[in-house]
């Protein structure tokens, strides 16, 4: 009988069911997409241990910030999806607002966030953006 740390070979993250969760697009539904994305990254870890212990916040982290800018600068409902890729975690978080993201200055004396969207890309693989006449797709390849 083999002994050690679990493995991550893939046979048991096919068994991980991808996320896809709706919600109306008020300030709360930013709390309940990052607790969605919670349950789906206990079952990923159960089925697939991450490469580093801190891949699991930086989920958290872009899954919260992309909602949070969801609700603030598109109006109406979004979807947050999340499924393992081959080398990592993909978000896609489609909202109403066919305008991409633009990253705002930050100052620490005001608050006035602006540092959202460079965490996001500070912390991705890869970001992409796609706009259509009836909102937006935001794309996010995180490590796991």
Known sequence: MATGP??????????VRDLEAHFEGVLGDVTTARLAAARYLDALERADVPDEPDRRDDVLLVVTELASNAVQYAPGPFTVRLRRTFDGVHIEVHDTNPEPPVPRPWSPRENSGGVGWHLVHALATQVSVLTRPEGKDVHVFLPW
């Open 6 to 15: 679990p493995t991550n070979d893939g046979a048991d993250q096919r068994a």
